[in-house]
């Protein structure tokens, strides 16, 4: 929304007492408009982690907040930070029983990278040069870059309900996004020939439109609804000098357009036998989309240092995408006897994916194990029924409890049916006036069909591996699930409540791949004091992580049990585990005071700390694994505190400090270099070229902003 625009809005919005009635009913408008002003001192190579998602540079605030009612019409209004980038307006209003509507935008930023570095000209376009010719190993020979976009929720609706009991309803919706965000690309044909960071123009916008008719009655709810949605993104491609082939111009492909639209039917019916609700959805979607396969790509020449482009040979020049998906969820609830509730529940999905078959030949720069190399069009249906029971016992004790059953057949090429089974309890208790408690437990099992069990000749073909290599989203899995809930007031004025939750994954018959996954959660809040004078509040969580997984390291290519796990290890080919591990701390203190009958004072100090580790073990000991400390390990410190002073009853002024710091540490950015050998050299086409983004996130904010609110 631009400022012309908001103008005209803000202006029209205090001339809503025109939308009164005849009558004599009084039209009554309340409400504030705040302005002031923020500073903000930042220290650190690279703050964008700290203002991640908001804009704390100085400059004015703003907000206004307007309310305007009557006995026939509303109207509510509210914006704040006008013209900054995290910018929020929404407008409300209607005619009761007659028409309601709503506008709202929202600007939400997401920086990435402050001041980074990189050999290329042209960030933010479609086109990336080098400043000359690579090699360029000297960075300070480079550009500077910043990382980000602004994205911008535009949206609204209009709901007609004047001839109750039909209704009609219209919505749309736009979302932009606007600058860059990080990525990289390979410079050569494999890992060993490096890479480079770059800044990938962001144009996307995503327009929506729809529409609902519907009818409600006491005993009955009905619509028909459809939408339409189309995805463009303004820039699809985006061209690089790339230095292992010669200094030609390579091309990375960035998303497509496409449309999506959707049919959607709601019936619900009350007053049941049983006093039974029955719910019935239905929906149909189409996604389509096209795009040109290219017809050359670049790759290696005869020489050194050199790239040619050579056919992709694909069967077609032209892709063109097509999904239809179909749903059907069908819910009965029902009360068949005194203090016992049931649910039955059905659920249906399908995808059918009708895109077009990409063959790249044999004999193409597509290379797949010297074969024809296939897209897959990935297609599947699903099947999920379920039952739910809740039995009061009595006024103070409630036992719930279900069955889950979901069937999945796809066309993957590892597994083609996948089930799920899932039996879970609950149990509440409040037989305390001051206590509750509430368990949770549930089981479930995924059960898979293996396709690959049988692949290769033997332990000496690459394709032997297969049969071992299972992936954890549809291997076969054992989940139990365990959650308490707690609330407390043992005295007047104290609170506590308390979360725990344990879910321990297994994958039983896996060889290669994850094995396990844990995840212990622990949350506790304890309060104290009245809010009308004096309350502090102690927030604490806890969350452990860790993933277990085996693996396979394969050196010796020719050896006759190179790809059998269970062979006797050796230097070359051994098996080796890892268990990567994260400990999340929060702490945070929080404070309500009135201070004097004219000054309130709010404050919070929180402590966030994620400690990751990971343990490699390999037979033997072999390739000597070192335990990895410094994994992801992030530590923040956040202050707020801020004074408001109620001069009179037409004005408010508030002032405030805020104080953020962010620590960083992982292995792979500990000793970062700009360049990969560092120091850079003139000799290698194989080197990598980075621009910071997460190198130096190292940082801290001082914040201090005064307001002045006028009520009316």
Known sequence: ???????????????????ASADDSPWITEGSA???????????????????????NSGVLSNILMRGRDSENWIDFYGENFGRDDQFITLRGGQYGTFKYNILTNWIPHNFLEQGLTPFQGSGTGTLTPNGAFPLPNPA??????????????????EWQAASPWYTRIEGQQFTFQ????????????????????????????????????????????????LYSRFDNGQQTLTWTNPFFGNNTDTTFLPSDNNYQRLGANLTMRGLPAASTFAARYTWAKTTSGVDIPGTVLTSGSAASSGVYTPTLANTDHFSGELNDQTLSLTLSSTPMRDVDTRIYYNWQKRDNNSTQVVFAGTSTVNCDSGPCEGALYDYRKNNIGVEGTWRLDRANRLAGGLDYLDTHQNRVDYDDVTYNKVWLEYKNTSLDELTLRFKYYYLTRRSNFLLGNDGVNAADPDYL??????????????????????????????????????????????????????????????YGDFTSFRVSLIGDYEWVRYSSYHRNIANLTASDAYNPGAAPNSSNYNWSAKNTDDNW?????????????????????????????????????????????????????????????????????????????SYSDIAYDGYQYTIPFPGVTNNTSQSYLNGYRAFPNADTNTVYVLATMHF
């Open 1 to 19: 929304m631009n400022r012309k625009i908001l103008s005209i809005l803000v202006a029209g919005l205090f001339t809503a007492p025109g939308l």
């Open 141 to 158: 020979t480079w550009n500077t870059v910043n990382i980000g976009y602004e994205r911008k929720d535009t949206k609204g609706y209009f």
């Open 34 to 56: 705040t302005v002031g002003g923020i500073g903000t001192s930042k220290s650190g190579r690279d703050p964008s982690k700290i203002e991640e998602y908001q804009d704390l």
């Open 179 to 226: 600058g860059t965000k990080p990525g990289s690309g390979a410079v050569g044909t494999s890992p060993g020939q490096g890479y480079m960071d770059f800044a990938i123009p962001v144009s996307y916008t995503t327009s929506n439109a729809s529409a609902e008719v519907g009818y409600t009655a006491p005993g009955m709810h009905f619509a028909v609804n459809y």
């Open 586 to 662: 929060l702490v945070g203190l929080g404070l309500d005071w009135q201070a004097t009958e004219k000054v309130v004072v709010k404050g919070s100090i929180q402590y966030f700390k994620s400690d990751g580790n990971s343990s490699v073990d390999s037979q033997n000991n072999y390739g000597n694994p070192i335990p990895i400390s410094a994994y992801d390990d992030w530590k923040q410190t956040a202050v707020n505190l801020k004074a408001i002073y109620t001069f009179s009853k037409r004005w408010t002024f508030t002032g405030g400090y805020a104080y953020n710091k962010v």
């Open 466 to 527: 297969n049969r071992f290599v299972e992936r954890f989203d549809n291997s076969d899995m054992n989940q139990n699930y365990f959650k308490i809930t707690g609330d407390w007031s043992p005295l007047p004025l104290l609170d506590a409540s308390i979360e725990a939750i344990l879910r321990n994954n297994d994958y039983p018959n896996t060889t290669l791949g994850r094995t396990s996954d844990k995840r212990h959660e622990l949350f506790g809040i304890l309060s």
